[in-house]
C-alpha cells in the first residue's frame, strides 16, 4: 500500500495532468470556465493517468519481450519538455496510419543537429515542433526498424505516452528504464495504480 507522501505526490501529478488537459482542450474548443472546472475535476477524481496497452514487435527488444508486450502508459497530456525527456520510451501514432500506436525510444527533440552516418546525406536541424525516435533491437537493420531513420522527425504532438511498466510473461515483468527524471516522476503513478493482476489478464485476452 502507497504511504500518505506518494499518494500526495501522485495527487499532485493527477491535477498537473488535469490542468494541462483542461488548457490543452480550452485552445482547441473555446471551453467556458465552467466546462473548464468540470474537466479538471472529472480527472482529477474519477480518472486515472495510465491505461493499457498491447505492443507486438522485435523493435523494441530487449528492453520489451521481442513479441507481445502488455504495457502500462502513463498519458501525456502536452509533449513537451515539462512531461517528455530524451531516453524515454514513448507511445506515438504511427506516422504512416493514425489508427496505429508505436512504442519507441525518444532520442533528440527540437533544436538538435542530427548527423547520419551516411556521409552522402546533409546534417539537418530539427524544427521546434519535431523528434526524432529509435527503435531499440541492435539486431534489426535501419529499414527493418521502422524509426524514424525510415519514416524521418515525427511531430511531438503526435506523442500521446510514456511506458512504465513492461509485462512480457506472467513471470517477467517490470519498470521500464526510462530517463532518470521521467522514472521519479513517474514513480508515485506506479505504486498506486500498478496492477500487474489486471495486465496478466489484459495480456491473456
Not at 502488455?70 to 504512416?96: E, Q, S, Y
Not at 527493418?144 to 511531438?156: C, K, L, N
Request: net charge negative; with cysteine; charged share 30%.
Amino acid at each position: 500500500m502507497a504511504s500518505i507522501s506518494t499518494w500526495f505526490r501522485y495527487m499532485a501529478h493527477k491535477l498537473e495532468y488535469s490542468l494541462a488537459l483542461s488548457v490543452k482542450s480550452h485552445r482547441r474548443e473555446k471551453l467556458s470556465d465552467r466546462e473548464l472546472i468540470q474537466i479538471v475535476c472529472k480527472n482529477l477524481f474519477h480518472g486515472k493517468v495510465t491505461y493499457l496497452h498491447s505492443d507486438k514487435g522485435p523493435e523494441m527488444s530487449p528492453t520489451m519481450g521481442a513479441h507481445e508486450n502488455t504495457l502500462l502508459i502513463r498519458k501525456i497530456p502536452i509533449a513537451n519538455r515539462r512531461f517528455v525527456f530524451i531516453g524515454d520510451a514513448v507511445v506515438l501514432k504511427d506516422p504512416n496510419d493514425s489508427d496505429k500506436y508505436l512504442v519507441r525510444r525518444l532520442a533528440a527533440v527540437g533544436g538538435t543537429e542530427m548527423v547520419s552516418g551516411d556521409e552522402t546525406e546533409e546534417p539537418f536541424v530539427l524544427e521546434k515542433d519535431q523528434c526524432w525516435v529509435t527503435a531499440e533491437n541492435l539486431e534489426l537493420k535501419a529499414k527493418e526498424a521502422y524509426d524514424s531513420r525510415t519514416f524521418g522527425p515525427v511531430s511531438t504532438a503526435d506523442i500521446v505516452g510514456r511506458a512504465i511498466y513492461c509485462l512480457r510473461t506472467a513471470v517477467d515483468h517490470g519498470p521500464v528504464r526510462n530517463s532518470h527524471a521521467a522514472m521519479g516522476r513517474d514513480s508515485p503513478i506506479l505504486a498506486v495504480e500498478l496492477d500487474v493482476e489486471e495486465m496478466a489478464e489484459n495480456h491473456k485476452a
